[in-house]
């Protein structure tokens, strides 16, 4: 997985989903161009992309391992998502209707967490429904548990996202060459971005071995 740039000149994140998709060796690839824009549209995430809005930005990423123009001109296809979310909703029940996922707390998508949190979501529901005598006790429970958990990770996509590390790079090198990010970036502070955002996500190894044990 490669996370490289800044939204304000270009970042782009970029992975691989299957490998040798055609007995040739080939990958199939998913890519992500996000760029600050003052033009907002109205949110349709079904929106075919247009590679003239964004591949200049990307015009001189050429490395030796992968070359960018050459990816984004080869995609089969481009969609236009928008970056949005919503400020936290004060509650998620209505009698026997509850919110879950996307629905309960859209947030813009750093770090996984629209699939993360709407898995976790759908693990506290069973819980809370089997523990319970009623419907509503049950939703209530899993509202009391999972919307304070969702909404710090919402405002916390906000200010320090896991990319956040990006910005401190881009903003420490002026968005100039460097050969080795330790230069630029200890580890100290990078193990800080990371351990931080998973705590607030819930993702630290302590989180995994409870939900486990």
Same mark, same amino acid.
């Not at 997985?1 to 998709?21: E, T």
């Not at 591949?55 to 015009?59: G, I, W």
């Not at 029940?93 to 996307?102: M, N, P």
């Given at each position: 997985?490669?996370?490289?740039?800044?939204?304000?000149?270009?970042?782009?994140?970029?992975? /691989?989903?299957?490998?040798?998709?055609d007995?040739?060796?080939?990958?199939?690839i998913n890519w992500v161009a996000e760029i600050d824009t003052p033009e907002h549209l109205e949110r349709d995430c079904n929106r075919r992309g247009k590679l003239e809005d964004f591949? @200049?930005?990307?015009?001189d990423w050429h490395f030796d391992w992968l070359d960018? @123009?050459?990816?984004?001109?080869?995609?089969?296809?481009?969609?236009?998502? /928008?970056?949005?979310?919503q400020d936290p909703l004060p509650r998620w029940?209505?009698?026997?209707?509850?919110?879950?996922?996307?629905a309960a707390h859209p947030m813009v998508p750093?770090?996984?967490?629209?699939?993360?949190?709407?898995?976790?979501?759908?693990?506290? &529901?069973?819980?809370?429904?089997?523990a319970t005598s009623t419907i509503e006790a049950g939703l209530a429970a899993y509202e009391a548990e999972r919307l304070p958990a969702t909404a710090a990770i919402v405002l916390q996509n906000r200010a320090n @996202? @896991?990319?956040?590390?990006? &910005?401190?790079?881009?903003?420490?090198?002026?968005?100039? /060459?460097?050969?080795?990010?330790e230069d630029v970036i200890s580890q100290k502070e990078l193990l800080a971005f990371t351990v931080g955002y998973k705590k607030v996500a819930g993702y630290t190894l302590e989180d995994v071995a409870r939900r486990m044990a």
């Open positions: 997985m490669i996370r490289a740039g800044w939204l304000s000149h270009g970042k782009m994140v970029i992975y /691989p989903i299957r490998n040798d998709i007995e040739e060796g080939h990958q199939l591949l @200049p930005a990307f015009a960018i @123009p050459a990816l984004l001109r080869n995609a089969e296809v481009i969609l236009e998502f /928008p970056m949005v979310d029940s209505h009698g026997r209707a509850t919110l879950l996922g996307d750093r770090g996984s967490n629209g699939a993360g949190q709407s898995i976790l979501d759908a693990v506290a &529901r069973a819980k809370h429904r089997t @996202p @896991p990319d956040a590390i990006l &910005r401190a790079v881009f903003l420490r090198t002026s968005d100039k /060459p460097f050969k080795r990010i």
